[in-house]
C-alpha cells in the first residue's frame, strides 16, 4: 500500500481522463468518482481492523484483487448504460481505472494478486520491510516515500494553477448555499464566477 498518495494519483488520472472526454459540464462528478475510486481498494482497512482482527494480509481482500473489478465492471456496464447512458459508462470506467491505479501503486512498495485465480502470488516491486514498531513509520523512512511526496506535490501543484477547477468548487459550494437561504449576496458571488470563467 501506499500511505498518503492515492487520493493525489487518483486526481491526476481523473483531471487527465476528464480532459480526453472533454466533457467539463460534469467536472466535479468525474473528480468525486477517481478520488473515491482511488481509495476504495483500502476500505478493506476497516474490515482488517475491525472484524477480521487482522487474521489475513490486507491485500488478500477482494477489494485489491483485480479481477474482481473487472468482473464487477462488466456485469455493471450494461445496467449501469440503461440507467445512467453514456455518462454513467464513462463514469463507471473511470471508476475501474482509479481502482486499478490504486492496485498499480500498491505494487511499487508491496505486493498485489495481479494473476488471481491463475496465480495466488502477490507481484510488487519492492517490499517495505517491517523495521520499527510504529507502521507508519516503516512508511515515512523507506525511499518509496519521495515518490509519494511527489506525487503529492504534483497533483498540488495542478489543483491550485486550476482556476477552472477552483471557480467550480466555489460555484457548486454557492448553488448549495442559495438553495438553502437565497440572497442576492450569493447571486451576485455566482455572476462574478461565471464573469471569470469567460475570461
Ligand atoms: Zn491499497
Keep these: 500500500m501506499m500511505f498518503i498518495a492515492h487520493m493525489p494519483a487518483g486526481f491526476l488520472l481523473a483531471r487527465r481522463y476528464l480532459k480526453s472526454e472533454r466533457d467539463n459540464a460534469h467536472y466535479i462528478k468525474f473528480l468525486i468518482v477517481g478520488l473515491v475510486a482511488s481509495i476504495a481498494p ?12 487482522r487474521q489475513h494480509p490486507h491485500h488478500s481482500y ?19 448504460y440503461r440507467f445512467f447512458g453514456r455518462l454513467g459508462i464513462k463514469l463507471l470506467s473511470l471508476f475501474l481505472i482509479c481502482g486499478l491505479l490504486h492496485m498499480v501503486l500498491d505494487s511499487i512498495a508491496s505486493g498485489i494478486k495481479w494473476l488471481y485465480p491463475f496465480n495466488t502470488d502477490y507481484h510488487g516491486i519492492w517490499r517495505i520491510p517491517a523495521v520499527y514498531d510504529w507502521w ?15 506525487i503529492c ?28 437561504r437565497p440572497s442576492t449576496r450569493i447571486l451576485r458571488g455566482l455572476v462574478k464566477i461565471d464573469k471569470e470563467s469567460i475570461k
Excluded at 477482494?62 to 449501469?80: D, K, R
Excluded at 506535490?153 to 448555499?177: E, G, H, P, T, V
Design 62 to 80: 477482494w477489494t485489491h484483487i483485480p479481477i474482481y473489478w473487472v468482473g464487477i465492471y462488466a456485469l455493471l456496464v450494461y445496467p449501469i
Design 153 to 180: 506535490s504534483l497533483a498540488a501543484f495542478i489543483f491550485l494553477r486550476d482556476r477552472s477547477l477552483l471557480n467550480d468548487f466555489k460555484y457548486q459550494f454557492l448553488i448549495i448555499m442559495y438553495q438553502l
Design 42 to 53: 483500502d476500505f478493506d482497512l476497516a474490515y482488517f481492523h475491525l472484524i477480521d482482527n
Design 136 to 150: 507508519v513509520a516503516n512508511y515515512l523512512f523507506h525511499w518509496t516515500f519521495i515518490l509519494e511526496l511527489l
